[in-house]
């Protein structure tokens, strides 16, 4: 089960930081991501990261974000996040935690979505 939290409304310029708690005992082995999807248009990825190594955990994501979203991960608290700054009114969107993602960033499991409103 994937909770997503950290939603809400924010101007132009703002942050918000989402997070995704996660059930089960197999988090810190799996990559987790977040998409998002505006009204009316397909659902698009947005951030990955995958399962930690003796390296860490490796990051992606969209052009589109790139340098303003940071996503993380917290193996102790099976717990995702996605930091937001310089938002933008096209980051508008519902965000959805992912989980088990395979190497086409195809996950197996979603959440429910939180709404994330920026303003101009």
């Known amino acids: 089960q994937l909770v997503e939290s950290g939603g809400g409304l924010v101007q132009a310029g703002g942050s918000l930081r989402l997070s995704c708690a996660a059930s089960?005992?197999?988090?810190?082995?799996?990559?987790m991501g977040w998409f998002r999807q505006v009204s009316g248009k397909e659902r698009e990825f947005v951030a990955a990261?995958?399962?930690?190594?003796?390296?860490?955990?490796?990051?992606y994501y969209a052009d589109s974000v790139k340098g303003r979203f940071t996503i993380s991960r917290d193996n102790a608290k099976n717990t995702l996040y996605l930091q937001m700054n310089s938002l933008k009114p096209e980051d508008t969107g519902v965000y959805y935690c992912?989980?088990?993602?395979?190497?086409?960033?195809?996950?197996?499991?979603w959440g429910q979505g939180t709404q994330v409103t920026v303003s101009s």
């Open positions: 992912a989980a088990d993602l395979n190497r086409d960033r195809q996950p197996k499991y």
């Open positions: 089960g005992r197999t988090f810190s082995s799996i990559a």
């Open positions: 990261i995958a399962a930690i190594n003796w390296r860490g955990s490796t990051t």
